[in-house]
């Protein structure tokens, strides 16, 4: 139809942040497909998720990893700074945790801030909080969606958000409309 020609080619994620006592511990946290099948999993703390257009139109996930924050602190915030730094301008990103974000987080708050993240949401974390950011490198600080569990070990310590992609770009993201939600 005109509508679908219109749209072109949409992809639709599921991410989901879980900190300490979440409802569904690890098998409830990550990206996961249109279809509900588990794409990336996370480790303690946070996990950076590339995203990738595809000839097709379609958006595949380039790559997710996990960096320990809370466990290995130094390590881990280079390690995270390091990969964001490596990412060129325009890279779309979802930005998960589970367990335990809070710890050690001003480590990381010029690469977040790079992907559209902020320090104001992110000190609205607790100790064992979730927290998701959806954004782009290059996009500055608060321009990305970001979602903040204002609870800490407790069943309800969860976030989640819908990730569209429409033709490999992320709709919504940018121009000062950045939406800090507390879950």
Do not use: H, W
Request: proline share 3%.
């Amino acid at each position: 139809t005109k509508v679908q020609a219109s749209i072109g080619r949409r992809t639709v994620f599921q991410a989901v942040s879980l900190g300490n006592g979440g409802t569904g511990g690890l098998k409830a946290a990550g990206i996961f497909s249109e279809d509900g099948s588990k794409v990336a999993t996370p480790a303690r703390s946070y996990m950076l998720v590339v995203f990738a257009a595809n000839a097709d139109g379609s958006t595949s996930i380039a790559k997710s990893t996990s960096y320990d924050l809370y466990g290995n602190a130094a390590a881990a915030g280079e390690a995270f700074n390091a990969d964001v730094n490596a990412l060129p301008n325009g890279t779309y990103i979802a930005v998960t945790t589970y367990d335990e974000p809070n710890g050690s987080k001003s480590r990381i708050y010029d690469a977040i801030e790079s992907l559209g993240g902020s320090r104001e949401a992110m000190d609205k974390m607790v100790a064992r909080s979730a927290y998701i950011l959806l954004g782009c490198k290059g996009i500055g600080k608060g321009n990305g969606q970001e979602l903040v569990s204002p609870v800490a070990g407790a069943a309800d310590a969860k976030v989640s958000a819908a990730i569209e992609f429409v033709n490999g770009t992320m709709p919504g993201l940018g121009g000062g409309a950045a939406a800090i939600a507390n879950a």
